[in-house]
């Protein structure tokens, strides 16, 4: 958002204003901020379950503007305004259906839909809109992914889910397995990772879709340790967090070769939970294909779909903290 | 759903619990819980027509999680749970936009969008589906259609309806006429027929879309009257019910003139509300063609814009029951 | 909507009832209903920006039936129900996946859809369609585009628009420029002004897509003043307002070459700007393409965002009087 007008000024004056106007980047959070979000997410749990729900956010209104479908993502947000109380306005094919297929901008159609919303939260194909449209809007913007960019309350959730599981972040061991190259969950939960102390993170990923340089010149220049390795069980051993991550066969193109050879390399079975810590996590962005087996489901380290519900908490508190204030 | 977890036990304190956890078939409804669920409905008449509107199922959110669009259904739904007061999250082509795209088993669609909802409305393109995710749901699910299988809600207002309009369902003569071998819902409205006493079924269609054997085998075991007639103004001047439905072209294929021949075989017009009895009635799930001619339309014996509309006090009735008890 | 049924009755019973049943063409309002409903919609203003939100629509569902997409209409649609409380149902694209994909009449789906809802917006790709809805429901329909035929929200907030910046409309002098033959925008706005005393029109544009005659007749039997001319400086320099459009590329076909030519030909920019008047204002139904360009936006006379925003106003005015009335 541009300036707080004086709409915003007063629709914030219920707490003290929360420091972020929007929600872009993995990167603009500090660890003071995430610590006390994460305090706001874990109030939002009980505000979930229990009757009568929340009505915090009665008569406010998000519009959800995906370029791109993301069933998923946009039914978490769409929960977690009306866990809250308040009304959604839905588009799951703007690309397509709007007026940007008239060759309209970005920012002329921001500026339309800020005017019947309260709250943009947005799905781009282009990497980097998510800051145009915030440049362009009065309201509060949330990037809900950007293409190849950015996705900011995934790598939140991600975050929230291993303290919630592990009870800290600092000095914990982590194992980012399988698609390192075109997921950028990972590349934005190494990002988050790298502002705690004294985490080690070991990429475990078939040759061809290896991690890139610039996540790991990154975590040399925050003195975070890492390493690679081709041996899943060596590595499943010594982690407090195994991150499981599914080939995303789009990025192969013809190759379905390279495909099936690099899908089938590094798969979360019963064997590797048997050698994993009693305390350990296996963590998941889903969907899954078969990277994780059925078995490993009924564990209590298979933690993947509390991680999906913890992005509901992670989605409320934020809905409550741009719109509301701390 | 799989258990009374811990949410759905204090969620459902309200009333007395419904015996039923999930609506997936037509046949697991017997006569008792039918008579029960059609006094829930009468009463959602009052509800729906009367201002203030109700707010019973107020912070209550249902995923209508659809895998093939049905726009009429998903409406249906939509506006019985907004008229109890309940929110809703909407995905009306799953299949293409959602995880399932990429490969992602329906269990595990079904536990992450229980994580957003209090109960789940789906429709699907493949027979047993709603079972499976029943069977992998924590909270309630009801089958909105799943491809040839079943409908159970569409069987229910049928026979609502003829128990409003009739009066009773025991003793009455019913005729189901038209496309009686694709049509899921006559085949659902014959297994509910079955539970009554004295029940008289007559089978009047083209030769290519007669009832088939095991619908059949199934009345004559339940000892339910049936005789198949190639006559129907013979039939509809001895019927209480005369239940016309639309020849689906999509199950002829390249035979055109197969569909062409069985479409025109069977219309009710004026010439046969003419035999018809006094308080007779005519129904029909819609949309409909010309097997039913416009100028029908104006005769009191035409219910079928009543039957649709009893499809939402149905619906209100499942979604308070489910979500609340009794 | 056929007739005020009992239900409709107790529903419209809070206010004196509005005049109107359903909103289906731009020539259907005069000057007194108009001025009527523009002050309606300056309380909406208010209504909109303080907490908390209205909720005098609580309990009304509104059903958004749109056979073809416009997310833009159908967002500001939903936005207005809902900044005053009320509900909606929505289907964007129930061309392809309603029952009219199965051959269903307009007429049998408005009978459904009214049974699910309190009022219904539809846009179609036929003209004259809201008219045939309007006749088959009990409810109120508006219009919300229907082909080449009316668009009269647009219309309603074009004039609203007019007003509140130049603070009249009678005696102004209004430039429509660019695409006059295919936009229904302006020829409904032509026809809106013709209602007022001494008003002035202009038309610039190409060659190709000049107004056509049926309104230069209308405009001439009523009176209005008009000119033909090919000097926007010259027209800018005299107009209160200056209505720009889109040149409608999906309206040339193949001729590419026309297209091209057409949409350079009468661009508003800084120049343009520098001639008008100081109080007078651009306008534009948007979306836009170049036609105004980027650093015309922070003019303040640059008043197409706030155009786009009374369009919120107009239609919480009409869904308040159509349902409470006045």
């Known amino acids: ?15 003290k204003r929360f420091q972020l106007d929007d929600v872009i980047e993995a990167q ?8 006390a979000i994460f305090e706001v997410a874990d ?21 959800t503007l995906f ?7 946009r039914l978490s947000f ?18 397509e259906f709007s007026s940007a297929a008239k060759g ?7 500026r339309i839909v800020e005017g019947y919303s309260d709250i943009i939260v947005m799905r781009h194909f282009e990497s980097g809109a998510a800051r145009r449209a915030a440049a362009a809007a009065k309201i509060p913007v949330i990037n809900a992914g950007d293409g190849p960019g950015q996705h900011p309350t995934q790598a939140l959730l991600d975050v929230y889910t291993i303290n919630r599981e592990i009870g800290k972040l600092d000095g914990i061991t982590v194992g980012l397995v399988g ?21 080690k993170i070991y990429f475990v990923s078939p040759d061809v879709v290896k991690m890139k340089d610039d996540i790991k010149d990154y975590l040399s220049s925050k003195n975070v340790k890492w390493e690679e390795s081709a041996d899943l069980m060596d590595v499943a051993s010594q982690c407090d967090v195994v991150y499981q991550t599914r080939i995303q066969r789009e990025r192969f193109g013809e190759r379905i070769d390279l495909y099936k050879e690099a ?4 798969i979360v079975n019963r064997n590797v939970l048997s050698v994993m810590k009693e305390n350990a996590v296996i963590l998941h962005p889903l969907p899954r294909l078969d990277e994780i087996t059925l078995d490993v489901d009924e564990d209590p380290r298979a933690a993947y779909f509390r991680q999906a519900k913890n992005g509901l908490y992670i989605r409320m508190a934020l809905l409550k903290l741009l719109l509301l204030g701390w």
């Not at 958002?1 to 007063?10: I, L, M």
């Not at 109030?43 to 998000?62: A, C, F, H, T």
């Not at 309209?104 to 921001?110: F, N, Q, R, V, Y």
């Open 179 to 199: 698609d390192l190259a075109n997921g950028r969950t990972v590349r934005s939960l190494a990002y988050l990772l790298a502002k705690y102390d004294n985490v």
């Open 28 to 35: 603009q959070f500090d660890r003071d901020t995430l610590s």
């Open 104 to 110: 309209e901008t970005l920012e002329d159609s921001i």
């Open 43 to 63: 109030q939002m749990e009980n505000v979930e379950k229990n009757l009568p729900r929340s009505q915090i956010l009665k008569g406010y209104i998000m519009a």
């Open 1 to 15: 958002c541009r300036a707080v007008g004086s709409q915003r000024a007063h629709l914030s004056s219920i707490g």
């Open 78 to 95: 769409e929960s977690a305004m009306k866990r809250l109380g308040g009304e959604v306005l839905t588009t799951e094919n703007a690309r």
């Open 263 to 266: 899908r089938g390399r590094y």
């Open 67 to 73: 370029y791109e479908p993301s069933t998923r993502t």
